[in-house]
Antibody, heavy 117, light 111 residues
Framework: QVQLQESGPGLVKPSQTLSLTCTVSRGSINSGGYYWSWIRQHPEKGLEWIGYIYYNGDTYYNPSVRSRVTISLDTSKNQFSLKLNSVTAADTAVYYC?????????WGQGTLVTVSS | QSALTQPASVSGSPGQSITISCTGTSSDVGGFNYVSWYQQHPGKAPKLMIFEVTDRPSGVSNRFSGSKSGNTASLTISGLQAEDEADYYCSSYTTDSALVVFGGGTKLTVL
């Protein structure tokens, strides 16, 4: 089964861009049929699906962040990335990468991103 | 406010069975067989326990089972064990443009 690992800054200033990378191991990111998703969990709260990118590059985003988000693939590094711009404190959360579209399995371990000056 | 409604907490004694409900609408839970359940221990990532309402991924104990009636899905855990104490989240495909919605989570306490 593929394994996923998030990486990126743990602290982002308000109005700046949050950038995270998910490294995929034990599998190829451009294998047919895989959806690669980002999901976040606000402190002490529930889960929110952010969006996915298909192995062919097609994307779909949650309307709650659609105007601010970009998910992209880097097949040379077997990675996919999340960029969320114009962040505010409301974007403080644990960010997970995961495989899937309607259901998600497996997940990365998650990375906490705090938005603060 | 989450799109799917779950009880905030449930509890049970070792060996007992418990059921966690997940209520949505005909636009999500009631309209499609794409309900999933996740288990999350403190400080850990969620783990898929049930997908497509009733199916278990390889390696998940058969003590976990899923079902659906109308707009409400349910997760049943039989033969409760101490290690089952965790937060549980449901999710569903939705015709809302959000595509996937989650419940607010249920904290399971094993007494």
């Amino acid at each position: 089964q593929v394994q996923l690992q998030e990486s990126g800054p743990g602290l982002v200033k308000p109005s700046q861009t949050l950038s995270l990378t998910c490294t995929v191991s034990r599998g190829s990111i451009n294998s047919g049929g895989y959806y690669w998703s980002w999901i976040r969990q606000h402190p002490e709260k529930g889960l929110e699906w952010i969006g996915y990118i298909y192995y062919n590059g097609d994307t779909y985003y949650n309307p709650s962040v659609r105007s601010r988000v970009t998910i992209s693939l880097d097949t040379s590094k077997n990675q996919f990335s999340l960029k969320l711009n114009s962040v505010t404190a409301a974007d403080t959360a644990v960010y997970y990468c995961a495989t899937g579209r309607e259901s998600f399995d497996p997940w990365g371990q998650g990375t906490l991103v705090t938005v603060s000056s | 406010q989450s799109a799917l409604t779950q009880p905030a907490s449930v509890s049970g004694s070792p060996g007992q069975s418990i059921t966690i409900s997940c209520t949505g609408t005909s636009s999500d839970v009631g309209g499609f067989n794409y309900v999933s359940w996740y288990q999350q221990h403190p400080g850990k990532a969620p783990k898929l326990m049930i997908f497509e309402v009733t199916d278990r991924p390889s390696g998940v104990s058969n003590r976990f089972s899923g079902s659906k009636s109308g707009n409400t899905a349910s997760l049943t855990i039989s033969g409760l064990q101490a290690e089952d104490e965790a937060d549980y989240y449901c999710s569903s495909y939705t015709t809302d443009s959000a595509l996937v919605v989650f419940g607010g989570g249920t904290k399971l306490t094993v007494l």
